[in-house]
T-cell receptor, first 116, second 111 residues
Framework: KQEVTQIPAALSVPEGENLVLNCSFT??????LQWFRQDPGKGLTSLLL?????REQTSGRLNASLDKSSGRSTLYIAASQPGDSATYLC???????????????FGKGTHLIIQP | GAGVSQSPRYKVAKRGQDVALRCDPI?????LFWYQQALGQGPEFLTY????????KSGLPSDRFFAERPEGSVSTLKIQRTQQEDSAVYLC?????????FGQGTRLTVV
């Protein structure tokens, strides 16, 4: 069964810094790796999805990388802003009994605070 | 609306009470997922539907949990005889392909 781990559990940095959030997974036979953002009391917003054949995806100030061989993904946030404060979760699809993906296995998240 | 809608947003139940949580997926989305998120944890998979068929219910924690999607659209997660450990946020997501779109969740507090 896939296990997903995120470090650090919490991170507080001054505004403007570049930062890296880490995600590791145990089963390298993944379909994709997805990064989400969760604001307090809210649902999850998908940020980036990296297919298994890809090495990275970029969206604005966010860049996510995927290294299947080492079982790692990173989310890089450039020029952080107070509005980036949230919990960031990574997730990998479960493989269903029929061989297709069903559901996601999530890490516990990194709680990020950007200090103004 | 265009997104996944869940109701109620908040539910307080007395221990032993039955509750029903509703999810309205994005129109046309074939796949629907339920997750349970305890405080400070990531979401945990509960169950998965493809249209009206429940293809995976391996994550349901006990037989007190039951989910249905009778017409392949709206889904209901029912918890019977609620217990304090059922207190969590219950998230619903729907998908047409790879990416899943999440609702805001229902926060259940069992007292």
């Amino acid at each position: 069964k896939q296990e997903v781990t995120q470090i650090p559990a919490a991170l507080s940095v001054p505004e403007g810094e570049n930062l890296v959030l880490n995600c590791s997974f145990t089963d390298s036979a993944i379909y994709n790796l997805q990064w989400f953002r969760q604001d307090p009391g809210k649902g999850l917003t998908s940020l980036l999805l990296i297919q298994s054949s890809q090495r990275e995806q970029t969206s604005g100030r966010l860049n996510a990388s995927l290294d299947k061989s080492s079982g790692r993904s990173t989310l890089y946030i450039a020029a952080s802003q107070p509005g980036d404060s949230a919990t960031y979760l990574c997730a990998s699809p479960n493989v269903g009994s029929g061989g297709g993906a069903d559901g996601l296995t999530f890490g516990k998240g990194t709680h990020l605070i950007i200090q103004p | 609306g265009a997104g996944v809608s869940q109701s109620p947003r908040y539910k307080v139940a007395k221990r032993g009470q039955d509750v029903a949580l509703r999810c309205d997926p994005i129109s046309g989305h074939v796949s629907l997922f339920w997750y349970q998120q305890a405080l400070g944890q990531g979401p945990e998979f509960l169950t998965y539907f493809q249209n009206e068929a429940q293809l995976d219910k391996s994550g349901l924690p006990s037989d007190r949990f039951f989910a249905e999607r009778p017409e392949g659209s709206v889904s209901t997660l029912k918890i019977q005889r609620t217990q304090q450990e059922d207190s969590a946020v219950y998230l619903c997501a729907s998908s047409l392909g790879v990416a899943a779109f999440f609702g805001q969740g229902t926060r259940l507090t069992v007292v």
